[in-house]
């Protein structure tokens, strides 16, 4: 604990230009006499760290001591970081560590360009997808656990048909496409490799069974690949849709599972939400007759208008 702690305020003070024992007090969640201690190991082990008194004292580095900046330029180093931070939003790996990265990179820009850094937010990578929630992270969460223990899993899985089956799949490899995640695996039910859509797994489970992993490569999976179809509500603005049982396939891709209730004539009730009434009305009207707007009652009323609207730029008489 001691030599992570250690480090991480080597890092902190390479990446500031000057802090103050009690911010690392508080960051470290340690005591000042800790700190006070952590310094002089640092010292001993011939980090030149030097002290400053007063209001804006505290303690800093040694400009010498900083990594030499001709290693990666200022703009390489701000394009390092767009990608770390972009690879952040997947939430493909722990937030700690990715943070820890992230602080390593700024390390190594130079005391005089630390004021720069900010630039590098004109560019940003964000694969967070529109519809993003707890659920979503804890099932990519466990899959990542099979892939890396290489277990057996077992889910039922709706395809593209709209037809639900169980399976038990050896794990191979995620994947972020479209801004969605997806499963190469080898499906024992069909003796051949698969491609499952996260959002449309349900019921998973790790199974007390280990296998094999098969020596197909990423590459030759990929080639297996079909190109996903868009996704993406957006939350805000509350209501309540019933979809017909045809479209079924499309409301597990485009909603959590947790706002989808299933009636026993296979018809779909989804509580959602939507970032303005204008984007749920172009939503509802994707679906032509498919869906229905239960709730709010004025929403369904302005769908009707659209729709009447719609028809009339079709109607010849309002040609002539």
Known sequence: ?????????????????????????????VSLRT?????????????????YTGMEGGYEIMDSFRLDRQLLSFDELSTLSTALRGLDSTKA???????????????????????????????????TPWKNSE???SRYNLLRQAVDGRMLIRFNYTSRTGDEQAREVEPMTLVLKNYAWYLHGYCRLRNDYRIFKLTRIRELALLNETFTRRPDSLAELNDRW???????????????????????????????????????????????????????????????????????????????QAALAIARQYDPLDKE
């Open 226 to 304: 079909t190109a996903p179809e868009t996704s993406g509500a957006v939350e805000g603005f509350p209501v309540t849709l019933q979809f017909k049982a045809s479209v079924a396939v499309s409301v597990m891709d485009r909603f959590d599972e947790k706002e989808i209730e299933r009636l026993p004539d296979g018809q779909l009730i989804v509580r959602t939400s939507f970032l303005s009434e204008h984007w749920l009305i172009r939503n509802v009207l994707h679906y032509m007759a498919d869906v229905i707007v239960l709730e709010p009652a004025y929403i369904a009323a302005e769908v009707r």
């Open 135 to 137: 659920e979503d992270q």
């Open 93 to 127: 790996y722990a937030r700690s560590n990715m943070d820890l990265l992230l602080s390593k990179v700024g390390a190594m820009v130079a005391q005089a360009e630390q004021g720069r850094t900010g630039e590098g937010d004109r560019i940003q990578i964000d694969f």
């Open 35 to 51: 700190i006070y201690r952590d310094l002089d190991s640092l010292g001993q082990a011939g980090i030149p760290i030097v002290s």
């Open 1 to 29: 604990m001691k030599l992570e702690r250690l480090m991480a305020i080597t890092i902190l003070l390479l990446n500031r230009k000057r802090v103050q024992a009690q911010e690392l007090a508080s960051q470290l969640e």
